[in-house]
Every structure is written in C-alpha cells, then in structure tokens.
C-alpha cells in the first residue's frame, strides 16, 4: 500500500519541479503581436466613447482630448522617459520588447477605428464599452505581461514592485488607474468618469487576478 503511495507520489512531484520551458524568439513575437492589439482595440474603443483609463494611457487620454493631438502620437512620447528605468531595472530583453509594444499600440489604436465605429451613443452603450473595452486591455497586457514586456510608464514600475516586493501588480495599477480618472473629472462628464472608473475597474481586476507571484513564470 505504501509502495503505490509513494511510486505515484514520485512523477507527479517530478512534474510539479521541472525547469519552464523558455518562450521562443517566435512565441514571443507572436504575444507581442496579440497582446498589442488586443490593447489598442481597447483604447480604439474607449476613445471612440469619449472615456477615459489611467496609467500612462490614461495620461495620453488626457492630453489627446486636451490639445487634439492624436492618442498614438503623444501615448508613444509620453513613454519616452520611462524607457531608462526599464532598462536600469528590467534590463535590455525587456526594454526593447516594451518599445515594440508602445510603437505597435501608438500605430494600432489609430488604425482600429478605420474599421470598427461605434453606432450608439447612449449611457448603456457607454459601459458595455468600458467592461469590453476594460477586459480587452486587460488581458492584452497578461499577454504583455508573461512574455517579459509592458506598455511602459506605470506598467514598468508595477512589474518593478512586483518582482522585488511582491506587491501585486493589478492592485498597485487598479489604486493608481482610479486616481488617474478621478482627476480627469473636469475634461469628461459625470457619465463617462463613472463608466471610465468601470473600465478601469475590469482591466485591473483582470490583471489581478490572473498575473500574481508565483501563479505564473515566464522566461
């Protein structure tokens, strides 16, 4: 009895300490590639609504609505600065995989609303487009996120705490992202900042629960 215990116990707890598998030049590219767009739909979305998300995309927001500047040009400078700190802290990898993911972003979220118009302007419509839109984003940046890249500013200092304090990513972004679009109350109305906080919500919580130390590695 105690023979079959143990003999079965054995290759399950081989399974349980083998090495990862590394993600190839290929897988990487390939999540970059989903990950991005699934991102920039969402941002495509959230701009055609008129609402807002936090983090540096947050801060593009702001300035697109402001000045007219479109949300690619200005998303995509915004991150410059930040490109330092990941390559002190995260190192040159995933520096250059953050870059193609803003540049591919920048580009994309101008190219999504060629294709797709939102045909109702109405509150319902509003945050069905900030749950969708929110999850979208969500996701895209677990994508992102488990092949070693980001969308720069916020996401790379969260990454940064993460792997060195053990704070949770989502949490830390889901606090800063409610900031974000609290401040924005005076650029959007009432109905937009409440299904922005909505949007908000859902890409963080998405994070949250599905990216966290030690449920998941990625090399």
Known sequence: MSD??????????????????????????LAILTGTLLV???VALF?????????????AFLTHYLSGYSFGTVFFIINLPFYYLAFKRMGWPFTIKTFCSVGLVSLMSGLHPKIIHL????????FYVALTGGLLMGVGFIVLFRHQASL????????????????????????LDILIVLASIRV?????????????????????????PGRYMAV
């Open 119 to 126: 045909s109702q302007d109405n509150t319902l419509a509003m």
């Open 40 to 42: 920039s739909l969402g």
């Open 47 to 59: 701009n055609q609504a008129g609402l807002l998300t936090g983090g540096t995309a947050g801060l």
């Open 152 to 175: 720069g500013g916020i996401n790379i200092l969260a990454l940064y705490l993460q792997q060195t304090r053990g704070i949770r990513a989502g949490k830390l972004q889901m606090g």
């Open 188 to 212: 959007v109305g009432w109905q937009a900042l409440a299904a922005s906080v909505v949007g908000a919500f859902a890409l963080n919580l998405a994070i949250s629960l599905n990216h966290r």
């Open 4 to 29: 079959t215990t143990s003999g079965s116990a054995a290759p399950a707890s081989k399974a349980l300490t083998r090495r990862f598998v590394p993600h190839s030049w290929f897988e990487d590219v």
